[in-house]
């Protein structure tokens, strides 16, 4: 039986229907696409039976939909959120947890003066601008906004660290939530129930249902006992079920490299379905020439962070500057010139699936400047250099090679043995085993230079992941969803990562988490005031 998160079970819910909701057709929306289309295909509502009707169904339980039920309801709205997967949160409670964004009332009581404009000036380039097309005006209103979308998430209890620096930007920005990213939903969820929201958990959504050529419904099914459910949204249907992160057969569309389409997902539960649904009934979706792909991601107990370790404003990044990925054997696997992609790939050929990155105190040092130079972000904690990350336990630290190996699952003895081998090729400055051309960095310090310099460093388990796939449904800003035409296609409306057409939203830390809750907040808003 699928969990109903709240006080009355499945049987009672199928049996008694809201019977409220907005009557009539959504009418007085104006956005960017030039004229409303009609949706093409789906389930006809003519041969459903509905077994609950409400003024809007969400799909998805990530901070896009959370954030859009918990608005919508709370300004009078009945709303039906569906979740494929046994608790609410999604990619939202695995990230660091960051929200960088201008004019929140935090930045205003530490006394900082912010715009959206000075934003978008140090968050991006006249490249992104111009990629984005008519979608830059969605990326702007996320900068107009997303200040509100703090406040309005501490209003209702969610607690933040920041606004912390953000390197190379004129303001402090950085909105960490606090203690962990997975600490909201716990804030959301009895605030959601007691605005009257339907929580279905385990209850996933798999086709739009179509009246004279609007959205009007969604197709269910119960991920425990397979049943299937029809559930009617009077205001429209609104799609926060991400991206393609786990669907090989989507990207696969997009991409010969079927390895690349293998790579894990963080949340297997992001398998495009949300997306192939809005296919069905004619919606467009872009940027596929990113579909694929993926990048190696520390696993537990390592803190989440990539293994490139290259930030927006620094020049180079750990790989750059000379550290080196080993196998559990404690052996090099490629080489370490090779992009994200094609290192993970790499990494997904060995049987543990896993690789560990090991470096020198000459490394090291030049991660030890804060912010400019540093690891990645931490939870809570904004950013972190080496330092913090060992003193968080994420990386090992130790005075020798079969020390540091000692602490993970790194063989000693294997190690060492390579760390001799790769200094003789630096040394010679020939890499007779994977051909890697540069051993470090010149500005880095470390150019042709062994891996010699106590104490030593090892960074992992890295694993491939996918964090969030770009493949995108096309919307306005009403987040209409948009025909492959770009006309709107009635009664059908996205947010987060499922909708945000060529929007820049993964141009830094944090703007894809505000980007999540602030369009659920707005999009939340908006079918209240249908």
């Known amino acids: 039986m699928a969990k109903q998160d709240s006080t ?24 960017c696409g030039p004229s409303e289309g009609a949706a093409t295909g789906g389930i006809s509502a003519v041969d459903v039976n509905w077994d609950d009707t409400a003024d809007i169904v969400v799909v998805g339980g990530g901070g896009t939909g959370c954030s859009c039920a918990l608005a919508a309801g709370e300004a009078g709205s ?45 968050m991006t380039d006249e490249m992104a601008k111009e990629r984005a097309g008519a979608d830059w005006a969605i990326f702007e209103m996320q900068a107009q906004e997303g200040g509100k979308t703090i406040d309005w998430m501490v209003d209702h209890g969610v607690a933040f660290n920041g606004p912390l620096v953000y390197p190379g930007h004129t303001n402090n920005r950085m909105h960490m939530l606090s203690p962990k990213s997975n600490a909201w939903p716990g804030v959301f969820k009895p605030l959601m129930e007691a605005a009257g929201v339907k929580i279905l958990l385990d209850t996933k959504g798999v086709e739009l249902v179509v009246d004279n050529g609007r959205v009007v419904g969604v197709k269910a099914v119960d991920q425990i006992t397979q049943s299937e459910f029809f559930f009617k949204g009077e205001k429209g249907v609104f799609i926060a079920s991400a991206s393609c992160d786990s669907s090989y057969d989507l990207k696969i569309r997009a991409t010969a490299d079927p390895e690349a389409c293998k790579i894990d997902a963080a949340c297997s539960y992001n398998d495009g379905t949300g997306l192939m649904m809005c296919q069905m009934v004619g919606a467009g979706l872009t940027t596929w020439e990113r579909a694929a792909g993926g990048g190696l991601r520390a696993q537990a107990p390592s803190l989440n962070v990539g293994v490139f370790g290259k930030q927006s404003w620094m020049p180079y990044g750990m ?45 090291a040092s030049n991660f030890q400047v804060f912010p400019d130079m540093v690891v990645s972000s931490m939870p809570n904690e904004g950013w972190g250099t080496v330092d913090d990350f060992v003193a968080a336990g994420s990386i090992m630290k130790a005075d020798t090679i079969e020390e540091v190996a000692a602490l993970t699952d790194v063989d000693p003895a294997g190690l060492a043995a390579e760390v001799a081998k790769y200094n003789g090729f630096v040394a010679a400055g020939k890499d007779e085993d994977f051909g890697k051309k540069e051993f470090g960095k010149e500005d880095a310090g470390t150019k042709n230079k062994p891996l010699d310099t106590p104490p030593f460093y090892i960074h992992g388990p890295h694993k491939g992941e996918v964090t969030s796939a770009p493949l995108t449904l096309n919307i306005n800003t009403s987040f209409e969803v948009l025909d492959v035409f770009d006309n ?12 945000k057409g060529r929007a820049p939203m993964s141009v830094g830390h944090g703007t894809q988490m505000t980007w999540a809750f602030t369009s659920g907040r707005l999009a939340g808003t908006m079918f209240a005031g249908m």
């Open 488 to 499: 709107v296609i009635p009664g059908l409306y996205a947010g987060g990562n499922a909708g």
């Open 319 to 363: 790989i750059a500057a000379g550290a080196i990925m080993v196998n559990k054997q404690g052996q090099r696997y490629a080489s370490e010139d090779l992009n994200g992609t094609a290192f993970t790939i790499a990494t997904n050929r060995l049987p543990e699936r896993m690789g560990w990155m090991f470096y020198d105190d000459a490394v």
């Open 78 to 122: 009945s709303v039906i959120l569906l979740e494929s997967s046994s608790a609410l949160g999604g990619c939202s409670a695995l990230a660091v947890g960051s929200l960088t964004t201008p004019g929140s009332q935090l930045q205003k009581d530490m006394g900082i003066e912010d715009s959206a404009e000075q934003y978008l000036e140090d």
């Open 8 to 31: 009355f079970s499945r049987r009672s819910f199928v049996k008694g229907a809201l019977g409220v909701g907005a009557a009539g057709a959504v009418a007085g929306l104006t956005a």
